[in-house]
């Protein structure tokens, strides 16, 4: 089985995500800027992450995802995550924007699903406690645990 997690980090929170999960699921970690397309050919599962920006995941993740043909994702299993913050803890006004743009998560679900993938999880999110982190406590260890395979 080959599984791949494919990750962008702006300030290292994500990163630390995704090799927890790839160490997890017996999976090469690659960050989204240095993956080559062909390298999605043969593999059991995908999982990508990305930080929340804006509500989307970055631009490095966006251009992952425009630069797969759809026939490589073809029924193929995916999962997705991003790094968030927890909205309990922010301002009113941070909280209606999140209300009205959302997490990037189930924005790179859809994508995938459109491109011919399966999802094999819903998308998750895992709580960082400022815009630089740290991640909040416990996350790396529910981040091993998320996928069960």
């Not at 743009?101 to 999110?125: F, H, S, V």
């Amino acid at each position: 089985m080959s599984n791949l997690v494919v990750y962008d980090s702006q300030y290292g929170n994500t990163k630390k995500v995704a090799r927890a999960i790839g160490k997890s699921i017996s999976a090469r970690v690659v960050k989204a800027a240095d993956i080559n397309i062909s390298e999605l050919e043969n593999i059991d599962i995908l999982v990508v992450g990305s930080p929340t920006q804006g509500g989307r995941p970055t631009p490095a993740i966006q251009k992952f995802f425009n630069n797969i043909p759809v026939k490589v994702l073809a029924g193929l299993r995916v999962a997705v995550f991003d790094t968030r913050f927890l909205e309990k803890d922010l301002n009113f006004a941070l909280k209606l924007l999140v209300k009205t743009i959302g997490y990037a998560a189930p924005k790179m679900a859809k994508k995938l699903i459109k491109k011919g993938g399966k999802l094999i999880a819903p998308p998750e999110g895992f709580i960082v406690k400022d815009k630089e982190g740290p991640l909040a406590p416990g996350e790396l260890k529910r981040a091993s645990k998320w996928l069960k395979l």
